[in-house]
């Protein structure tokens, strides 16, 4: 007589490959998990048997998890937003060792080009990463100009190899030591902890994904209380469970801070819809 053999469920979870590697690699040992990337393998090993860990590229992390490949994930607000993946952002993550300002992706030209306006680039040829962001906002502004896929070192190739340029930056630096300035602002980006509908109406993946996002909130709490340029964007739910436990408090003002107040931290709500409210 056979006997059936129990599974058990698991969170498939997208770790971001490459820049943004290190960085979650060390906001999770710090949220209590420790993430253990093998030599060659695309499939890192946690602590938590309960997770699958994949590596994936951050650029393609949203539309992965959208189909299902992947429960949640990590990965920038720029490119939910260039895939125009249909997912559930659960967290607002921002770290960084220099600020806590989130990346920009603007629109540049050589500093002596003649363009003042994205008007002025009806025709010209464009150079980003970011095709269908690009493409988006020329069509919102009546501009029909011929946007190229760049492959990276995007800032060298104006004025001989394009006539402007969309490309992210922080301080700025790397384009006025190429002599570009800035034409306009497309977008604003930072980190997100994202998750598929899917997996957002599964009890038992819901639960461990607000689990999750409980120990990423309670670990940026502990960083901000050390002084690093690190902050979260908080659920309500996640912040009213830290609040229950005392981590957070909410001042008179209505800011929150660390449990024993004094200590103000950049946390705002993000309204959770039904799909993802977190059993009580």
Not at 52 to 67: D, F, G, K, S, T
Not at 111 to 128: E, H, Y
Not at 193 to 216: E, G
Not at 253 to 265: D, Q
Request: net charge negative.
């Amino acid at each position: 007589k056979s006997i059936a053999m129990s599974t058990s469920p698991t969170l498939k979870l997208g770790i971001p490959a490459g820049s943004l590697q290190e960085a979650t690699s060390g906001l999770f040992r710090k949220a209590g998990y420790t993430i253990t990337f093998p030599s060659r393998s695309y499939y890192p090993s946690i602590d938590d048997e309960e997770i699958e860990c994949m590596l994936i590229r951050a650029q393609e992390m949203a539309r992965y998890v959208e189909e299902g490949v992947l429960d949640a994930g990590i990965t920038g607000f720029d490119w939910i937003q260039e895939t125009n993946a249909d997912v559930i952002e659960i967290c607002e993550l921002m770290f960084s060792k220099v600020s806590r300002n989130p990346v920009r992706w603007v629109l540049c030209v050589p500093n002596d080009s003649p363009v003042k306006s994205v008007k002025d680039l009806q025709g010209k040829r464009i150079a980003t990463e970011v095709v269908g962001l690009t493409t988006r906002y020329l069509a919102k502004h009546g501009v029909t100009a011929r946007v190229e896929f760049s492959w990276g070192a995007t800032e060298v190739k104006p004025p001989k190899l394009a006539d402007a340029i969309v490309e992210v930056t922080e301080t700025g630096s790397s384009l006025r030591a190429n002599n570009l300035r800035i034409v306009e602002e497309l977008l604003q980006s930072t980190t997100r902890f994202i998750a598929n509908k899917s997996a957002a109406a599964d009890p038992w993946k819901r639960n461990k994904i607000d689990n999750i996002s409980l120990m990423l909130a309670g670990c940026m709490v502990c960083s901000a209380a050390v002084g690093l340029a690190a902050v979260m964007v908080l659920s309500v739910t996640s912040a009213d469970r830290l609040e229950a436990q005392g981590l957070v408090s909410r001042s008179a003002a209505g800011h929150w801070e660390l449990g024993g107040g004094g200590v103000s931290l950049d946390a705002i709500s993000l309204p959770w819809d039904a799909a993802r409210e977190p059993t009580p």
